[in-house]
């Protein structure tokens, strides 16, 4: 109970990452703005254009259909990232979300908006994802162990239709008008997040939260399913402690994205009658379940650790001296074009 609490003030903190109060915290946190929003997975579907369901997708411009683990270099083979972090060569990505329109049928993509005023701009063209990478909220050791080459992992299941159970690790966020800039208050997947699409209109746009597994087994950079190789650690809250299971005993960053829809348009009440709500992620998910993530890790060699060890001195959030920082301008022009190409905006695969 006493870690829950603490979790949820130190996140409150994390809302208002530019106060004072929250230096010395527990994590990284900085924008990416869009690379790229395509049908393409290189974790789930290698090789295909076309992959079943649509993504947006933020960091290094290696990203690419196929990304073996035992050849990619993300740092040698990128030639810019669209984070915040230099250094920071890895992809994240997500689902995109389509707006259905309860009168015509037609589809339409959700914008994405950029998340709060990191150091006190909105850095992140069409939205991109905030990412965050966090040591132990609870317990007395601080200490993680960063990924190695060639490491992804997946949270979350786009095949999920039912609510898990245990703490929420995705989740949503509806936003009132005055949230819109700040992104909203409060513990990521608290109370006021829902495993499952708002069942009312968000004029403020929605925050969606992924939270990734912080235990590792320490050997495999992958998994068939690209999740057993990783596990939550056990407890009732979904920001981890220092504690990880026997078979899954390294305890890694614990990364985290979030990414704001922008829903204002779509937020007639009347869209929302009779238990019903308008949007659909790219995966044809209505109930929000299905919200996942991906991640693929490609720092340049050390910089993550020493980022990470650096936290609690004056290392935090998208201040730390250790490692190298690029203006919004330079992140902002980093993008890639479409391999699948088609018109994302309508979408025809649903
Ligand atoms: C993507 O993969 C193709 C085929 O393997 C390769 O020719 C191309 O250089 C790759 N692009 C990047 C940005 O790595
Ligand atoms: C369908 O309805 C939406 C509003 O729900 C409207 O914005 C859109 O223009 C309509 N499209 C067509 C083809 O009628
Ligand atoms: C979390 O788990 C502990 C025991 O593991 C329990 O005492 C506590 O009530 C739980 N808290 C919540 C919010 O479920
Ligand atoms: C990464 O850095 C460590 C120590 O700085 C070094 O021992 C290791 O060989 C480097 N690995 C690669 C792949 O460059
Ligand atoms: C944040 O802004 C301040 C002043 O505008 C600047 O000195 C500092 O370098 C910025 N920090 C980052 C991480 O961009």
């Not at 530019?18 to 527990?26: L, T």
């Not at 299941?157 to 239709?161: F, S, V």
């Not at 009658?273 to 308008?278: A, H, M, S, T, Y």
């Given at each position: 109970m006493v870690s829950n609490l603490l979790a949820g003030l130190l996140a409150l903190l994390a809302r208002d990452a530019?106060?004072?109060?929250?230096?010395?915290?527990?994590f990284l946190r900085f924008g990416c703005s869009q690379l790229v929003v395509e049908r393409v997975d290189p974790i789930v579907n290698p090789g295909a254009v076309f992959s079943p369901h649509l993504h947006q997708i933020v960091g290094g411009d290696s990203f690419n259909v196929t990304m073996d683990p035992m050849t990619i270099d993300p740092p040698k083979q990128?030639?810019?990232?669209?984070?915040?972090?230099?250094?920071d060569f890895s992809n994240y990505w997500t689902a995109s979300i389509y707006f259905r329109s309860p009168e015509n049928g037609t589809f339409r993509r959700v914008p994405q908006m950029a998340n709060g005023m990191l150091n006190g701009t909105l850095l992140e063209q069409e939205g991109g994802i905030t990412v965050y990478y966090m040591r132990?909220?609870?317990?007395?050791n601080k200490k993680t162990t960063v990924f190695s080459p060639g490491f992804r992992m997946i949270a979350g299941?786009?095949?999920?239709?039912t609510k898990a159970s245990g703490p929420l690790v995705n989740c949503h966020r509806c936003l009132s008008k005055s949230e819109r800039i700040t992104g909203g208050s409060g513990a990521p997947c608290d109370r006021s997040d829902t495993a499952e699409f708002p069942s009312k209109p968000c004029p403020g746009g929605i925050r969606v939260t992924v939270i990734f597994p912080?235990?590792?087994?320490?050997?495999?950079?992958?998994?068939p399913d690209h999740r057993s190789h990783v596990a939550y650690a056990p407890g009732n809250s979904s920001l981890a402690g220092d504690k990880c299971p026997a078979s899954h005993p390294v305890r890694i960053p614990q990364v985290m994205y979030e990414i704001m829809y922008d829903t204002s348009e779509f937020a007639n009440p009347d869209y929302y009658?009779?238990?019903?709500?308008?949007l659909v992620y790219s995966f044809g998910d209505t109930t929000g379940y299905g919200a996942h993530g991906d991640y693929l890790f490609g720092w340049e060699n050390g910089s993550l650790q020493r980022a990470m060890d650096a936290l609690g001195t004056n290392c935090f959030s998208e201040t730390c001296p250790v490692l190298k920082l690029q203006s919004g301008k330079d992140l902002i022009a980093c993008t890639k074009e479409q391999q699948a190409k088609e018109d994302v905006d309508t979408n025809r695969c649903l």
């Open positions: 530019y106060a004072q109060s929250a230096r010395g915290s527990d990128s030639k810019c990232t669209s984070c915040k972090m230099v250094e132990p909220f609870s317990g007395s299941d786009p095949n999920t239709r912080s235990c590792w087994d320490g050997k495999n950079v992958d998994s009658k009779n238990g019903k709500q308008p």
